[in-house]
């Protein structure tokens, strides 16, 4: 075997050279439970598939050695735990003969103290689709003591900008929707933040959370936000008008996470932001998952992680108006000053339904590294899977793995023609050491360009050491390299299981 590349506390095994595999090799790998999505009543597990797992079909779950469930994904929710309880879990692999593997690691969790509960209703908010309600959620908010949750129950609680604490979950009931007001003064003052990779001052977003700074440190962790209710942002009424006052860029969020760690979003229906819907900057410990997230507002993207490691996002499906999920680290030059990349980011078991695309970029200066995607749907998106920068961005994208997924497009572009202001990085970008395995992209138009890879003209900026391998292409494709180092595509063949037809430029070491 060669090359591992690690993502976090998962390692990914690029190639397998043995053919035996052993029953460890059957084994679902890898166990944890992430500790920000551990709750008083719940705790959720992520797992890597086994190294051979063509003929895997599920998954069995085991609390204390009992069985509590089977899933046909690489992760699971247990519920119904008792509150400051300690658990251990572990998962086994199953066949399609129904043959169980070995178990995999043992992972031990304690469930949080069930804090105490500050229902809205009682600090005098209403739900009755028109009372505005600021001022109500920040006394509850701000009564909340530690652990304890801020509770929404059903109905239409209009709002502005709030601002969560540490130590706290905001808990929306299903029949719950906290909606954003569509007037501007709603989100003033301006607060300190990050957008389209600059540091600057904006509007606030409906939900925020910590300060941004650049030291390293988190001044909000351990905060929740879950339901199975809605937040209902105010849309592109809100965010035009947001344009108007303050301009393109001052925009605020519908959520925003600054310099947070143990950050957990899950369960909600998040819709109609006024642009990105959540972005989370310099944050440590992300969990996002089982969320619904519809967005049509102008750069109206689904989540944004930004600057920040270790994060897991799973179970999620977008319609968005822009890039479903873009990943980012800061804009020339500053980003690379700040030098804070996004790393460690795991995206399993999400449907993209609409939207541009799932992107890395444009703004990615301070580098992106370690991403792991597997599992996915990308439907209708406009560039499909997307790596993208401009010469001026500077920084790096490297040891990117997807696999399993279905898709209509691969695109590694590095001349964008928007959002390209600024003075220039002192250097070139670079992709590089990537892994794209077992991709069905079958359903796209035929006879279209469905693969785009390019770099840079410096020799020492193409991009560089990426396999390709067992993808399924429409007939008649077209793959287009141009400025690329040392790129092999195995087993990369139309429906009909003809080659595509490669078209390389300016490249070298292509093996086809």
């Given at each position: 075997m060669y090359n591992?590349v690690?993502?976090?506390l ?27 999505s551990?709750?008083?009543?719940t705790?959720?597990?992520l797992?890597?598939?086994?190294l ?6 599920a998954y069995?779950?085991?609390k204390?050695g009992?069985s509590v469930?089977?899933?046909t994904k690489?992760?699971f ?19 399609k003969?129904g043959?169980?593997s ?34 109500a ?12 949750t801020?509770y ?6 209009v ?10 979950t ?22 300190m933040?990050?957008?389209e990779?600059w ?12 300060t941004?700074n650049?030291?390293?440190?988190y001044n ?5 936000i879950?339901g ?7 849309g592109?009424?809100l965010?035009?008008?947001?344009i108007?006052?303050v301009g393109?860029r ?13 950050i ?16 989370y900057?310099?944050c ?8 619904k ?14 600057s920040?490691?270790?994060?897991y ?20 030059p500053?980003?690379?000053?700040v ?9 399993t078991?999400?449907?993209?339904i609409k939207?541009?695309?799932?992107a890395?970029?444009?703004e990615?200066s ?5 991403v ?8 209708n998106?406009?560039h499909?899977?997307q ?13 990117v793995i ?11 572009y590095t ?6 202001d600024?003075e220039?990085a002192?250097e070139?970008?670079l992709?590089?050491?990537m ?6 992209l079958s ?7 469905v ?12 991009t ?6 067992n ?7 077209t793959?287009?390299i141009k ?13 009909d ?6 078209q ?9």
């Amino acid at each position: 075997m060669y090359n591992l590349v690690k993502c976090g506390l998962f390692v990914m095994l690029i190639c397998l050279s043995s053919t035996a595999f052993s029953q460890e090799v059957l084994s679902a790998r890898n166990l944890i439970a992430p500790k920000a999505s551990i709750t008083a009543t719940t705790a959720t597990l992520l797992w890597d598939k086994p190294l051979d797992y063509k003929n895997i079909s599920a998954y069995k779950i085991y609390k204390d050695g009992k069985s509590v469930g089977t899933s046909t994904k690489t992760n699971f929710t247990i519920k119904q735990l008792s509150a400051n309880a300690s658990y251990s879990f572990t998962v086994k692999a199953q066949n399609k003969d129904g043959k169980l593997s070995d178990a995999s690691n043992v992972v031990t969790c304690k469930t949080k103290i069930a804090g105490k509960v500050f229902n809205v209703l009682d600090y005098g908010a209403k739900g009755d689709g028109e009372t505005k309600n600021t001022t109500a959620i920040q006394k509850t908010i701000d009564a909340c003591t530690k652990g304890g949750t801020v509770y929404i129950p059903s109905g239409v609680f209009v709002s502005g900008a709030l601002y969560m604490k540490s130590d706290m979950t905001l808990y929306i009931a299903e029949g719950g929707i906290l909606k954003g007001s569509e007037e501007v003064k709603d989100y003033y003052p301006l607060i300190m933040n990050r957008f389209e990779g600059w540091e600057m001052k904006t509007l606030a977003s409906l939900l925020n959370a910590g300060t941004l700074n650049r030291d390293g440190s988190y001044n909000v962790v351990n905060l929740s936000i879950e339901g199975k209710g809605t937040i209902y942002g105010g849309g592109s009424k809100l965010g035009a008008a947001m344009i108007k006052e303050v301009g393109m860029r001052g925009r605020g969020r519908l959520i925003c996470i600054m310099n947070g760690q143990n950050i957990n979003i899950q369960g909600l229906n998040i819709e109609n932001s006024p642009c990105w819907t959540i972005h989370y900057i310099y944050c440590d410990a992300v969990t996002l998952h089982d969320l619904k997230i519809v967005s049509t507002a102008r750069n109206g993207d689904g989540i944004d992680p930004d600057s920040s490691t270790d994060s897991y996002i799973f179970n999620c499906s977008f319609s968005t108006g822009d890039d479903c999920i873009a990943i980012k680290s800061g804009k020339n030059p500053e980003g690379n000053t700040v030098g804070k990349p996004t790393r460690k980011l795991r995206i399993t078991d999400c449907d993209f339904i609409k939207g541009h695309s799932l992107a890395v970029g444009s703004e990615m200066s301070g580098g992106v590294s370690d991403v792991f995607i597997q599992d996915c749907k990308l439907g209708n998106l406009l560039h499909g899977l997307q790596i993208k920068a401009t010469k001026e961005r500077g920084g790096y994208v490297k040891n990117v793995i997807v696999r399993d997924c279905e898709l209509l497009k691969v695109t590694l572009y590095t001349a964008l023609n928007y959002n390209n202001d600024g003075e220039s990085a002192p250097e070139l970008p670079l992709f590089s050491d990537m892994e794209f395995t077992n991709l069905n992209l079958s359903t796209a138009m035929i006879g279209q360009t469905v693969m785009d890879i390019n770099g840079f003209t410096d020799e020492a900026h193409y991009t560089k050491n990426i396999n390709f391998s067992n993808i399924i292409l429409p007939e008649q494709s077209t793959v287009r390299i141009k400025n690329c180092d040392n790129l092999t595509f195995t087993n990369v063949l139309g429906a009909d299981g003809k080659k595509p037809v490669y078209q390389s430029i300016d490249s070298k070491n292509i093996v086809y």
